[in-house]
């Protein structure tokens, strides 16, 4: 049975170094969606195709970078709670923190047309962007499962499910390109079906492992005070991670 870990005993640089290694390597490998995607998807499908995942790289490091810095915001007062060991409160953050992501999940636009994407490249890149729009919660759960386990003191677990889904996607995207001939959108499903599976796997990790996160049918109703708690760390949190992006997209 594993349990949580709390950081305030033992020697500060090798804990702080312990815990920050995996969690920078698994924003790294997070990178790596994009990139593999564009690797095999120019290897095999040529240079139009090619130019389709790159019109939509700005917006799916958009999106990754807003989902990373909402849900590490979103890990703020879970961390909290639990270092007080306030753990009632705790629960009631994280089922308000899931239900936040449920909604904020939700979105879609026509970032493309405004980028001005030419026409031979738009129908692609529309379709990698619209599969990845859809995968949205795949991602954004991820994300937030992983900061509540990281809160608990565990970096570790979520970057080996990250480091699976990697590989996953690798295999994936050639089996949905070569296999099944889907083009692009294979590369785009492949993405987010691996994505789902980091998510799921994090959420048994989650829900099997610790005690403390079995709490009682009150705690999981949502709470207008807690959301908006995590709404005020959360956003602004999402919007300097995303800032960037959102630079190349302009």
Same mark, same amino acid.
């Given at each position: 049975?594993?349990?949580?870990?709390?950081?305030?005993?033992?020697?500060?640089?090798?804990?702080?170094?312990?815990?920050?290694?995996?969690?920078?390597?698994?924003?790294? /490998?997070?990178?790596?969606?994009?990139?593999?995607?564009?690797?095999?998807?120019?290897?095999?499908?040529?240079?139009?195709?090619?130019?389709?995942?790159?019109?939509?790289? #700005?917006?799916?490091?958009?999106? /990754?970078?807003?989902?990373?810095?909402?849900?590490?915001?979103?890990?703020?007062?879970?961390?909290?709670?639990?270092?007080?060991?306030?753990?009632?409160?705790?629960?009631?953050?994280? #089922?308000?923190?899931?239900? /936040?992501?449920?909604?904020?999940?939700?979105?879609?636009?026509?970032?493309?047309?405004?980028?001005?994407?030419?026409?031979?490249?738009?129908?692609? &890149?529309?379709?990698?962007?619209?599969?990845?729009?859809?995968?949205?919660?795949?991602?954004?759960?991820?994300?937030?499962?992983? #900061?509540?386990?990281?809160?608990?003191?565990? #970096?570790?677990?979520?970057?080996?499910?990250?480091?699976?889904? &990697?590989?996953?996607?690798?295999?994936?995207?050639?089996?949905?390109?070569?296999?099944?001939?889907?083009?692009?959108?294979? +590369? &785009?499903?492949?993405?987010?079906?691996?994505?789902?599976?980091?998510?799921?796997?994090?959420?048994?990790?989650?829900?099997?492992?610790?005690?403390?996160?079995?709490?009682?049918?009150?705690?999981?109703?949502?709470?207008? &005070?807690?959301?908006?708690?995590?709404?005020?760390?959360?956003?602004?949190?999402? /919007?300097?991670?995303?800032?960037? +992006?959102?630079?190349?997209?302009?």
């Amino acid at each position: 049975m594993a349990t949580s870990r709390e950081m305030t005993a033992g020697r500060a640089l090798p804990l702080i170094f312990n815990f920050t290694m995996p969690l920078l390597m698994g924003n790294l /490998l997070q990178q790596t969606y994009s990139l593999v995607d564009a690797a095999i998807v120019g290897k095999f499908l040529g240079i139009n195709a090619l130019a389709s995942v790159g019109a939509s790289t #700005s917006v799916v490091f958009l999106i /990754l970078g807003f989902c990373n810095g909402c849900c590490g915001g979103f890990g703020i007062p879970v961390a909290q709670k639990f270092g007080a060991r306030d753990y009632s409160t705790m629960r009631r953050y994280i #089922s308000v923190s899931l239900q /936040l992501a449920a909604v904020m999940s939700i979105l879609c636009g026509d970032i493309l047309l405004m980028m001005r994407t030419p026409d031979i490249i738009f129908q692609n &890149a529309y379709y990698y962007l619209l599969i990845t729009f859809i995968g949205v919660p795949c991602t954004f759960f991820y994300n937030l499962l992983s #900061s509540i386990i990281r809160a608990l003191g565990d #970096s570790k677990t979520p970057f080996w499910f990250l480091l699976f889904s &990697a590989a996953l996607n690798i295999l994936l995207d050639l089996f949905c390109i070569l296999v099944l001939d889907w083009g692009v959108a294979g +590369a &785009a499903i492949a993405t987010v079906f691996s994505q789902g599976v980091s998510a799921v796997l994090c959420y048994g990790y989650m829900m099997r492992r610790f005690d403390i996160l079995r709490g009682t049918l009150d705690e999981r109703k949502f709470n207008g &005070a807690l959301a908006r708690r995590l709404m005020c760390i959360g956003v602004p949190m999402g /919007l300097q991670f995303s800032i960037t +992006a959102i630079g190349s997209i302009m």
